[in-house]
């Protein structure tokens, strides 16, 4: 077994920093310790396998992206990053453990969707993967199957009140779901969005000549989200179960997270990059090259990106900073341009909704940090320990301490990164929704269970090394 000395860095957690050396012995961490220190005499610079110097450095637990989609089908293609190429582009980003969504489909059996799952990440993954499980099809056996899904180690489900017809749950079904999770303890995850009203704005644009790929984000307005979150919550409080509003983009669906909360309902929100830093003007401000105008089909995801005028950015900065929201994830879902993006041109509906970012969250909320919107501490809290907390990882993940696994990120402040194709990317899309930002600070070292996946800008990791990780039930549950 590797013994590993992190020496001379600043340990940041969820509650403060300290200058501390990290003891990595095998896939675990066995100490914290004051700068320097020996054990049982022993100098230990000198008496372990490896030593990794973080003088100036943050040493941090590895990020937590608790929403992909790899593989995920879509629109009549499917999620362009495997789990082979998905986790190395997370690992490049430092993030060590993502939570993939497992998908039932209509007419399939949820058992059925989980299994077909784990085949595709078995042996694929680079970094440790969990499971949350997509109920596309809700009735008396999905019914029954959530039930026996903690025991699965996925503690956790996903409804859509979108995409009626593909992944949509009417009221009844969320109600019935709702009531099953008050049950069993499981976290009931909501694309909270009004489907049917969508739907009937969508056909009206397209019928009025307006196919663009902004339309994407007119059709799907604020108010459907803030009225879905509401719904959501509603059903949530009848019911018992605890909530968690994915994606939330619209500065009325955190009010109605916040009231909630306010209200003692225990209720979460997630928000991602791409609403904290990217705007519905984007798909507008698209430049000239070989895409055209239809270069902004590249933002189109669901919920969509707000516009800027509305400010929805700031508030969700701010309710990051007060709690009203509580992580960031990323959503990714990527797509390329070519032969997958291309097929809404001339109709919006038709692009593939989704943004590749699996690579780049620990980053674009550093910059936050530097940018004054988060505290240091904060960015781990909302990209490591509660994602952690939230999904029942806490203790072996989201935390440095004796025990944990040893997914630690040694990440440079003096560092840079330029985010872009050609400088960056090792997502599979040929482009970046994220092309041209530029980062103060840059991912050093990356350590997944103890092994080195990232390197001085060199990839270490093997497909396969990363394992599936059985979920407890969340720490948040009443
Ligand atoms: N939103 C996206 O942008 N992509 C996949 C599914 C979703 O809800
Ligand atoms: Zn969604
Ligand atoms: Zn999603």
Redesign the pocket.
Same mark, same amino acid.
């Given at each position: 077994m590797t013994t590993t000395l992190i020496t001379g860095g600043t340990v940041v957690s969820a509650t403060g920093t300290s200058l501390a050396d990290v003891l990595v012995d095998g896939e675990t961490i066995r100490a914290v310790l004051a700068p320097g220190s020996e054990l049982l005499g022993v100098d230990l610079a000198r008496s372990v396998d490896r030593v990794i110097d973080a003088t100036g450095k943050y040493v941090i637990p590895g990020g937590i992206d608790a929403h992909t /989609?790899m593989e995920?089908p879509?629109g009549g293609t499917a999620a362009s990053d495997t789990f082979e190429t998905g986790t190395r582009a997370a690992a490049w980003g430092g993030t060590t453990t993502i939570i993939d969504f497992a998908v039932q489909t209509y007419g399939q059996r949820v058992e059925d969707g989980l299994a077909a799952w784990h085949e595709k990440a078995a042996g694929n993954c680079a970094i440790d993967y969990g499971f949350h499980q997509i109920v596309g099809d809700v009735n008396e056996a999905s019914l029954q199957a959530l039930r026996g899904l903690a025991d699965e180690g996925v503690s956790s489900y996903k409804l859509f009140m979108a995409y009626p017809g593909v992944f949509y749950s009417d009221d009844a079904q969320i109600l019935k779901a709702m009531q099953v999770a008050a049950d069993t303890g499981l976290m009931t995850m909501m /694309?909270a969005e009004n489907g049917p009203a969508i739907d009937v704005l969508v056909q009206q644009l397209l019928a009025a000549g307006r196919t663009g790929p902004v339309f994407h984000g007119t059709a799907r307005a604020w108010q459907m989200e803030e009225e879905a979150t509401h719904r959501a919550i509603m059903l949530a409080n009848l019911t018992g179960a605890p909530l968690y509003v994915v /994606?939330v983009s619209a500065k009325q669906a955190v009010a109605q997270l916040a009231a909630a909360r306010d209200a003692g309902q225990n209720v979460f929100g997630e928000t991602c990059p791409q609403y904290l830093y990217l705007s519905l003007e984007d798909h507008l401000g698209a430049r000239s090259d070989e895409w055209g105008e239809f270069e902004g089909a590249k933002w189109v %995801?669901?919920t969509p990106l707000r516009s800027k005028h509305e400010h929805h950015q700031d508030e969700l900065w701010s309710a990051l900073r007060t709690n009203d929201l509580q992580m960031v994830s990323t959503?990714h %879902?990527p797509f390329c341009m070519k032969d997958q993006k291309e097929l809404g041109r001339g109709d919006f509906s038709k692009i593939p909704?989704?943004?590749g970012g699996v690579e780049h969250r620990m980053d674009l909320l550093y910059q936050g940090v530097v940018d004054g919107h988060i505290s240091l501490e904060r960015w781990v809290e909302i990209t490591a320990t509660t994602p952690a907390r939230m999904f029942g990882l806490y203790g072996r993940k989201g935390v440095i301490q004796p025990g944990a696994d040893a997914d630690i990120v040694v990440y440079d402040p003096a560092g840079h990164t330029s985010i872009g194709v050609e400088q960056t990317h090792h997502m599979n899309m040929d482009h970046s929704a994220w092309e041209g930002f530029e980062i103060d600070g840059h991912v050093d070292t990356v350590m997944s269970r103890g092994r080195i996946v990232v390197d001085d800008r060199q990839y270490l990791g093997r497909a396969g090394d990363g394992s599936f990780v059985k979920r407890g039930l969340s720490q948040y549950l009443l």
């Open positions: /989609h995920l879509f /694309h /994606h %995801c669901s959503d %879902c909704n989704g943004i």
